[in-house]
């Protein structure tokens, strides 16, 4: 796949070409919209890394579920949307899964 398509922002429809320190594929766009992807068997480290890049203290009792850990960073005022899946399939990995976050102009 390629990068225009796999780094396409879905706020504004420009390409993040800021590559982030990160253990995950990340980028930041333009807009600050940040896009992080990762192998789909390790779908936590891009929850992991959204909360790192964003600052975002989560709640204790979120630590180990995936599905609260995102809620805190709604919370946090960050939004996400789904990007693509990268089926381009490297020896031995499962393809990557690209979300991106943004954090909401009122906060």
Known sequence: MR???KW????CAGVATQVLASLCDA???GCGAIGIG???IDWDEVTDEALNLFAIDA???SRGFDAE???????AGVDSRPGVLDPD???GTSPYRYTW??????H
Do not use: G, K, V
């Not at 850990?69 to 919370?75: E, F, N, P, Q, Y």
């Open 101 to 106: 976050f943004r954090r909401t102009r009122s």
């Open 59 to 61: 709640r204790p009792a």
């Open 27 to 29: 980028r930041r766009c």
């Open 38 to 40: 990762a192998p789909t």
């Open 8 to 11: 396409r922002c879905p706020w």
């Open 69 to 75: 850990l995102r809620l805190d960073i709604a919370r």
């Open 89 to 91: 399939l490297r020896a």
């Open 3 to 5: 990068d225009e398509e």
